[in-house]
C-alpha cells in the first residue's frame, strides 16, 4: 500500500512538472511570436486585415489621431481648469465652476463620438465576419457611450 501511494504521488508530482513546462514553453512561443509587433501590426493580423484594407486602416488612423491628440490635450487642459476651480472654495458654483463643468462634459461627448465614428469607419474597411469581431471587441467603448451595437 505504500509503494501504491508513494507511486501515485510521484506520478502527480511528474505530471505537474510537465503541465507547467508546456504551458510556460508555449506561453514563451506565443509571447516571441507577439514581441516584434507593434499595434497595428498586431490589429492587422488578429483581424485578418488584407493589404488594401491595412492601407485604408492605416489612411484612417493617420487622418483620425492628430485631431484625437489635439481633443486630448484640450481635454486635459479644460479638466485642470476644473480642478483648480473645485480647489478653490470662493469659485464653489461660480459661472466659471459651471462653464468648466460643462465644458468637460461636452469634450466628453465629442470625443466618444468622434471615437465611435471612427470605430465604425475601420470595420467599414474590414471583411464582414472581422468587422463584426471588431465590433463586438470594441463593444466596451460603444456601451460606454451610449451607443447600442
Keep these: 500500500m505504500r509503494n501504491l501511494g508513494l507511486t501515485v504521488l510521484l506520478a502527480a508530482l511528474l505530471g505537474s512538472i510537465a503541465y507547467?513546462?508546456?504551458?510556460?514553453?508555449q506561453k514563451s512561443r506565443i509571447d516571441d511570436h507577439h514581441a516584434h509587433l507593434t499595434a497595428f501590426e498586431w490589429f492587422c493580423e488578429e483581424f485578418a486585415v488584407t493589404g488594401e484594407q491595412r492601407a485604408q486602416i492605416e489612411a484612417l488612423h493617420k487622418e483620425y489621431f492628430p485631431e484625437c491628440e489635439d481633443h486630448c490635450v484640450h481635454y486635459a487642459d479644460t479638466r485642470h481648469t476644473l480642478a483648480m476651480?473645485?480647489?478653490?472654495?470662493?469659485?464653489?458654483?461660480?459661472?466659471?465652476?459651471?462653464?468648466?463643468?460643462?465644458?468637460?462634459?461636452?469634450?466628453?461627448?465629442?470625443a466618444d463620438k468622434k471615437f465611435i465614428d471612427f470605430v465604425y469607419r475601420i470595420a467599414g474597411e474590414m471583411d464582414k465576419a472581422q468587422s463584426q469581431r471588431y465590433l463586438h471587441r470594441m463593444k466596451g467603448w460603444l456601451d460606454r457611450a451610449g451607443v447600442a451595437n
Excluded at 476651480?85 to 465629442?110: C, G, V
Design 85 to 110: 476651480i473645485t480647489n478653490d472654495p470662493q469659485l464653489d458654483n461660480s459661472p466659471e465652476h459651471k462653464e468648466a463643468a460643462r465644458e468637460l462634459s461636452q469634450l466628453e461627448k465629442e
Design 20 to 25: 507547467a513546462a508546456i504551458f510556460f514553453w
